[in-house]
């Protein structure tokens, strides 16, 4: 039995998100039957479409006739859940959305995953990645050289939506396993956004987050650099104690005496001396060749990773040991390679069993629906009465907990006394820890142990990211966890895994985008790119809590508890499913370059005279389009649309098209794109976002205070479950808030609590 064995879920989805967040489900035991249009899905045609519908049936429907529209409904009747993903409007017209189908079948769980947001101009526009980066500041927040936007090789949005949305539709069926009843839930494209960018898209007052100039990285101890021999590596020493180790081991240790540092960590990241510092250590790693460097720093405990490619990677023994490469036989292409399943559950396994297979609506036999219980449902979310212990520090493990506490979850930042290090990077932390109460305990004491033991006997959830072997040696494995209760659930996320030649190694997140390929794909011909979303670290936060709430669910069954595992390594495959998916011919990757505008001269950023926007034509009538919306229809005789469409970024049709663009008022120009049918978008700069009309009409920030940093705009949330509406509880806390609540509330007496803040085992603020 696998978590989702028993539930039947119909797909009406194309493309990434929606097919990636069922597949997903059906790697778990879900029966998902994909549903497509005669000419298939718009995604065919890319290398990514194998993965993201593996383990699914296909049945091809035209849902614009009668005949294929009932068969459609006959399906549902039959579902446990349906997942859409078309735009605003497609569901009322054909009779599908939420209204029509649970207002007569409140059993079945609704999923949306509009590509945009259900609301605004901009909900209507076609599927793309770029779009959506435009339109939500990631392609500002990008680091890079130029003042403008970046164009992303890799859809990590969509990746983003795809991940989360798994985890809101495995909590919506968690709770029709209590309650008995199904709901509707909506996953947009912003709530991808949010979930990659909850630490980017924050502001406290006019102060937000940049990653500084270039896209090597903006601080001197976590930044891309290069070496004697051409070769570069990232040096990812976030804390304070793994840069004095780095500056030991290279012999420039006296950079912390430099004038204005005076030994100081925080005072390194400063404008002025932080170049100063950079400076240093590039003329330094530039003395000898990467190996040697790369071999000195670990010697010394520092964490580093080389560029490699995401061939490199793919074939990699870290990759091996985790089973995150798959080879399933298609009788067309051959072999097909693909990632395997990205998240362990140690009692109810998922796995990778076929490619998917087509069928015929008439062969899909009946199914006996999920019943569940008759629990009543409760306010705050799905998971509203889970409590989860939250060990986790920095992003990874830390961020998982933040949105489970998001779909309502009771969550506890279980930290030690001096508090979780990541606090030092102030808004950061803030994003990534939202609704949670801070519990802040010594768990290196035995009176610390046995007080966190009593909170697992009363929990349901405990999650870690602490490095291979701490668990065992603070006593807190998940076998110690079990023997207090049987039902707790463990979660920990690593770095590399298990097993392999790296899975003792720290692992941060540029280190994986390093070693995986991430950085020189999107750097194409030129340097390496950092990606300022810390893609791998947010995926592993997804992932972690998609297998939480999949253990939540089988423990509903079984009654048993069990252990989740994941890491950083596995995402790095995972958030490149569609690059590095491989069979015979297939079709080559995007290629990247620094400051990347976009992949062609109809896809791409251009400057106007007040702002950027990006046109993403993909129709050889687009084409013709754009040369009329830019007043100069002769254009179209100089190229065949399918030709002009293939055109270079850097090409004679994109300068005509730049100097067009360039003193025309952005918002004509859109009106002028848009009016044609020019799929067109601004994009937001980082500035811009923050007040930006339509995401604030879609929902996406929420305003709240802070006793230390003051008023903060944020996002808000992370899906949406309107029958049981959600959100952040509360902000951030501070280091101990809530010590002597938490403890209260699980059962301690009052002298108890007292004699633990006494000892100085716990402290309250």
Partial sequence: MSAFSGFRVIDFCQGIAGPMATMLLADFGAEVIKVEPPGGDRAKGHPGYWCWNRNKRVVTLDLHQFEGLTAARELLATADAAVFDWTPGELERSGLDTVSVRGTDPALVHAWFPPYSPLGRWSQLPPDEGLLEAVSGVAWLQMSYE?????????????GQAMLGAGAIASALYAKLRTGRGQELIVSGLHGVAAV?????????????????????????????EC?????FFLGTLTPQFFLKALEATDMLHLMALEGVEGEFTNLLKPGINQQVIEALEARF?????????DILHAAGVPRGPVGTIDEWFASETVRANGMRVELEHEQLGKVVMPGVPVKLSATPGGVRHLPQPARAEEIGPHARVQGGNAAPQPGGPLAGVRVLDLGAFIAGTYAPTILANWGADVIKVEPLEGDPFRT???????????????AIDLKRPEGREAFFELVK??????????????????????????????IISCSVTGYGPEGPLAQDPGFDPLVQARSGLMALQGGDDEPVFYQIPVND???AMMAAFGVVAALAAREVTGEGQEVTTCLANQSILTLSGEVTWYEGRPANPKGGLDLLGLSALNRYYRCADGWLLIAAAKPEQFHAVCAALGHPEWAGGWLAEQALREPVTSPLAERIAGALAGMPRAEALDRLLTRGVPAAPALSAEELFEDPWLHASGYFEDFDHPELGPIRGPRLLGWFPEMPNGYPRRSPLVGEHSAEVLRECGFAEERIAALLAAGVVRQR
């Fill in 458 to 487: 009363v929990s349901d959830v405990v999650l870690d990211n602490y490095r291979l072997g701490v668990r065992e040696r603070l006593g807190i494995d998940y076998a110690a966890l079990r023997a207090v209760n049987p039902r």
């Fill in 286 to 294: 530039k003395e000898k060749p990467r190996q040697e460097w790369l």
């Fill in 197 to 225: 960018e909850s630490g980017g898209t924050i502001r406290a007052g006019e102060m937000f987050r940049l990653g500084g100039r270039g896209s090597r990285g903006g601080v001197p101890n976590y930044r891309l650099y």
């Fill in 228 to 232: 004697a021999d051409g070769k570069w």
């Fill in 425 to 439: 990077y102030g808004l950061g932390f803030v994003g990534y820890n939202r609704g949670k109460r801070s519990l």
């Fill in 147 to 159: 003042d403008r936007p970046t164009y992303l090789v890799t859809p990590q949005v969509h990746y």
């Fill in 538 to 540: 947010t995926a592993s």
